[in-house]
């Protein structure tokens, strides 16, 4: 065992009181169902590129950003990629909604569609 072995769960534990330290009042809510969309694609050199995303609770209350939800968002469009069949140049939204569960996870609950891009440049003249 290395000594960098022997501090790895000091190290983890110590990153995670930072994290909840200074990002923890924007975490998702457990439990709580969050309900909207993500725009993504995945380009031609294989880079996940997560476009757009919103996400509100019933009573309006928007969805933050966090090191937990940015995680959680990565994840998801890599798994839903995957199920695509890693297609490059692909552009898809899901519509639906997103739980953060007690065990730290996540559920996803909706619909993934491909999207058409329209590409709108000004004519050139020859």
Known sequence: MSLADAFAPVI???????LAETWGHLAPKVREIYSGYILFTLGCHGDI??????FKQPDGTELNSSPWFYEDINDFIGREIEKKGNRHGGIWRFDGTFERLKNGKS?????TSPMRA???FPRRKP
């Open 118 to 120: 329209v590409l709108r």
């Open 49 to 54: 590129t997560l476009i757009d995303w919103e």
């Open 107 to 111: 559920r996803w609950r909706g619909k």
């Open 12 to 18: 983890a534990a110590q990153r995670a009181q930072v």
